[in-house]
């Protein structure tokens, strides 16, 4: 038997949250097998061929794969699933790609998925969140194929091995048309920590009041700390931060060591993408707001006076 895991990955090499999904794969009781799929991947496979537990690299190379369309991935995949009937689980991350992708691969099998997974007991039961995290259910399947997305903040990274040598194996793409093109893509590059990867994270709401606050006080902080800034919805929609700032239900779910909530309520739809925060901070002027029932330290002030104060002695 066979896990396989959709390799996610940047130009040049495997993103980290791949690591995490391999970890994951490491409790299917089965051997690991990575995909990797795109345009002159070479490098990316062999970067995934030194990642402990990884017995066989497929790699699925083509021009037209260059494009990251989830429809034409799912089509090779699926592909590769006929090909090799000892694969008997698929696994990628919860991300923004692997939502978009497994779904179609599992539905060209005729089965269904078992999302955001965030404990393995055994390779057909898992537990998963749902009501925006406020209740986990547990889940068997008996699919034939288990499509399993992976919540990342649960499973530690796999680490790199010495060893060498694995096979990485060519698998042909087969053409595929799709009515579909991506005209542009573009993305927000910054010197920052990455929110998902972050140790500390400084995330700030509607109570700052404006994107020019958000930048003033939330930055130095930050900057100190050496954290990743995060933002609740309402301060997204507001304009004072970037969407992919965003943490919660429907935006990033994140584990920090340590997470501020400054400024924010603490809906249910936030705390499901913070909650499993190490340490909590929350500074709110409102001593009943939601967030003080999860913080680990609440500081009832205004933020204003607050944060600027406490950025200066943090040396
Ligand atoms: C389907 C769905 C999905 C959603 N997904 C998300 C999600 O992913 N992430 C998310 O964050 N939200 C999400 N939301 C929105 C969510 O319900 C809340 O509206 C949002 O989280 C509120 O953001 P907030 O806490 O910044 O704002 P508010 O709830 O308005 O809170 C602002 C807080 O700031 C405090 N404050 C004001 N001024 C000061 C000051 N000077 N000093 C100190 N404190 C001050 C106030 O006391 C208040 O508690 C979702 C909603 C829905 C329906």
Redesign the pocket.
């Known amino acids: 038997m066979v896990t396989l895991v959709i390799v996610e990955n940047s130009t040049d090499a495997p993103k980290k949250e791949t690591f995490h999904v391999i970890t994951a794969a490491k409790l299917m009781e089965s051997d690991i097998w990575a995909v990797v799929l795109g345009k002159d991947c070479h490098n990316i496979c062999k970067a995934v061929s030194t990642i402990s537990g990884v017995k066989k690299v497929i790699k699925i190379d083509a021009e037209f794969l260059k494009e990251k369309l989830s429809e034409s991935y799912a089509f090779q995949i699926s592909n590769l699933l006929k090909a090799y009937r000892e694969i008997k689980s698929v696994l990628i991350s919860t991300s923004s790609f692997g939502k978009e992708l497994l779904p179609r691969i599992a539905a060209m099998h005729g089965m269904s998925q078992v999302s955001d997974v965030i404990k393995i007991h055994s390779p057909s039961i898992f537990d998963r969140p749902i009501y925006a995290g406020n209740l986990i259910s547990k889940v068997k399947t008996s699919e034939k194929i288990k499509f399993l997305t992976i919540r990342t903040t649960k499973f530690d990274a796999a680490k790199k091995t010495e060893e060498v040598g694995i096979n990485i194996e060519n698998f042909t793409a087969d053409t595929f048309s799709s009515l579909k093109s991506i005209i542009n893509s573009s993305s927000v590059t910054s010197d920052k920590p990455d929110l998902l990867s972050a140790r500390v994270v400084v995330a700030g ?3 700052l ?1 404006s994107a020019e606050n958000y930048k003033k006080i939330l930055e130095p902080l930050a900057l100190k700390l050496n954290a990743a800034l995060g933002a ?4 997204v929609d507001s304009g004072f931060a970037p969407n992919e700032y ?6 990033k779910v994140v584990a920090p060591e340590l997470y501020f909530a400054i ?5 249910v ?2 705390l ?2 913070m909650k499993d925060s190490k340490i909590i901070v929350a ?4 001593e009943d ?1 939601p967030i003080f029932r999860i913080a680990t330290y609440g500081l009832v ?4 006076d607050v944060v600027p104060e406490i950025t200066k002695k943090i040396r």
Do not use: C, E, Y
């Open positions: 709401g509607r109570g009041g609740s919805r309402a301060a965003q943490v919660g239900q429907t935006g400024g924010m309520s603490g809906s739809q936030h499901a993408g500074i709110n002027k409102d707001a002030a205004d933020l204003f």
